[in-house]
């Protein structure tokens, strides 16, 4: 039996899945098409992943050895796979589907990232905190900022503007149109409990990626989460997808328990864990050095010693003064 196709995602907080946009996408897409077929899903929490680069979660590793870490290929393979979630729509509903998730792409997600990637006290006392802790060392003093660029260039893509840079006028705007799709969203929705039909399409799982973080992190500077618990119908769509595919994935940073005491048994796992240790250790001094080489941090230079030219013998020196001196 062919082993079963593996997603490694970014781990739960704030009472979530995942922390992850991209994630919690992918994680109701598998989760919600695994149970109407009634098969199960593998599903990994990854620190960092050797096969991707920095960043870049979610992953799916097949059963065919080849690992996907664009969230647009994910979801075309579980197409394949036959993880359709818009199988029952039709013609007219998958349109609409489509229309909202670019206006989701064109007016929340600048919005979501200028929230936590850009803002100041947002990015300093959450964001990077965040990504730091739940990085191996040494990769956790640079991978956050790295990651912060990477997102800074996708809200220039997404907002046309090259040199756009961070202030006062950006948020508002960035906000207004924030504001603008989450109404058209809570006006689609109404009193439905998913946008089409009985059972989550597509644009659920989106819409859910987008709005969850925003609902459920404690953030310094929370104006869009205030605007978002302000529309009920949107806030309790978040909370009943929690409620029907990760009843007990989400972690509350308030809940985090003291360790237990270890049990008698436990200390026959020790020299294992100490392996695992200093296996994960040596990776991460391999990938800072891997990294420090791709970005041109270090720079190996080949030098080549040239050979010494062996001193002149003395009989032949004198030979040659005695022939000058006949």
């Keep these: 039996m062919a082993a079963p196709?593996?997603?490694?995602?970014?781990?739960?907080?704030?009472?979530?899945?995942?922390?992850?946009t991209d994630c919690l996408v992918v994680l109701v897409r598998v989760r919600s098409a695994s149970l109407r077929r009634k098969k199960s899903s593998k599903t990994s929490h990854a620190l960092l992943?050797?096969?991707?680069?920095?960043?870049?979660?979610?992953?799916?590793?097949t059963n065919q050895n080849e690992t996907l870490s664009r969230p647009s290929d994910i979801i075309i393979h579980l197409r394949k796979q036959k993880f359709n979630a818009d199988f029952?729509?039709?013609?007219?509903?998958?349109?609409?589907?489509?229309?909202?998730?670019?206006?989701?792409?064109?007016?929340?997600?600048?919005?979501?990232?200028?929230?936590?990637?850009?803002?100041?006290?947002?990015?300093?006392?959450?964001?990077?905190?965040?990504?730091?802790?739940?990085?191996?060392?040494?990769?956790?003093?640079?991978?956050?900022?790295?990651?912060?660029?990477r997102q800074l260039e996708k809200l220039r893509l997404l907002r046309g503007d090259e040199h756009l840079e961070a202030g006062e006028e950006l948020e508002k705007e960035l906000y207004r149109d924030a504001a603008e799709c989450m109404n058209l969203l809570s006006q689609r929705l109404g009193s439905h409990k998913f946008f089409f039909g009985d059972s989550p399409s597509s644009l659920d799982a989106y819409v859910f990626g987008h709005l969850a973080p925003i609902l459920k992190c404690k953030l310094p500077n929370g104006k869009l989460q205030q605007h978002l618990k302000s529309l009920d119908n949107l806030s309790d769509f978040c909370s009943n997808i929690l409620l029907l595919y990760f009843p007990r994935?989400?972690?509350?940073?308030?809940?985090?328990?003291?360790?237990?005491?270890?049990?008698?048994?436990?200390?026959?796992?020790?020299?294992?864990?100490?392996?695992?240790q200093f296996l994960s250790a040596l990776f991460a001094l391999g990938a800072m050095l891997s990294y420090a080489l791709l970005t041109g941090m270090v720079s190996i230079?080949?030098?080549?010693?040239?050979?010494?030219?062996?001193?002149?013998?003395?009989?032949?020196?004198?030979?040659?003064?005695?022939?000058?001196?006949?």
């Design 249 to 276: 994935d989400g972690r509350e940073p308030s809940a985090q328990k003291a360790p237990a005491a270890p049990e008698a048994g436990d200390f026959d796992n020790v020299p294992n864990k100490r392996r695992k």
């Design 301 to 326: 230079q080949h030098g080549h010693q040239e050979a010494l030219e062996e001193p002149p013998d003395p009989e032949h020196i004198g030979a040659h003064e005695e022939e000058g001196d006949g």
């Design 88 to 149: 029952d729509l039709s013609a007219k509903e998958g349109a609409d589907s489509l229309a909202f998730i670019s206006l989701l792409e064109e007016k929340l997600m600048p919005a979501l990232i200028y929230t936590f990637w850009v803002e100041p006290k947002n990015f300093v006392e959450v964001t990077r905190r965040w990504y730091a802790e739940h990085m191996m060392f040494p990769l956790n003093f640079f991978l956050p900022g790295r990651m912060q660029s």
């Design 5 to 20: 196709d593996e997603l490694f995602c970014w781990e739960g907080d704030w009472g979530l899945p995942s922390v992850s």
């Design 49 to 61: 992943l050797p096969m991707v680069s920095p960043g870049s979660l979610p992953a799916l590793r």
